[in-house]
């Protein structure tokens, strides 16, 4: 008998693989939170997700990277270098941009 249900996690990557307005909200949504609120571990969650959605062995070749230090650089506990988080970025058709913080 196989199981008819999914995980929370399982969902997400299965929406992410259809749907590129939800993986380009999804990681905005990680990112605005670590740019508010520090919180890394769900900025690499993020990136863990969509990267799950996209195949993580071929974005680590595209990466430049091993298998291993892609999906290590995405653990919670995950501290990538500036290098490899711009290569998973850009592995993933995304880049970083920066605007001015407006005050309150």
Not at 20 to 35: P, T, V
Not at 84 to 98: D, G, Q
Request: a positive charge; charged letters at 30%.
């Amino acid at each position: 008998m196989t199981n008819k249900y999914q995980t929370f996690s399982e969902l997400l990557v299965n929406k992410l693989k259809n749907d590129k307005e939800l993986a380009e909200e999804f990681l905005r949504a990680g990112m605005e939170d670590y740019s508010e609120n520090l919180d890394k571990e769900e900025l690499l969650l993020s990136l863990k997700h969509l990267a799950e959605a996209k195949g993580v062995s071929k974005l680590a070749k595209e990466a430049g990277i091993s298998r291993d230090v892609f999906y290590k650089s995405l653990l919670p506990n995950g501290n990538p270098k500036i290098d490899t988080l711009l290569a998973i970025l850009k592995a993933l058709k995304y880049t970083i941009t920066f605007k001015p913080i407006k005050h309150i």
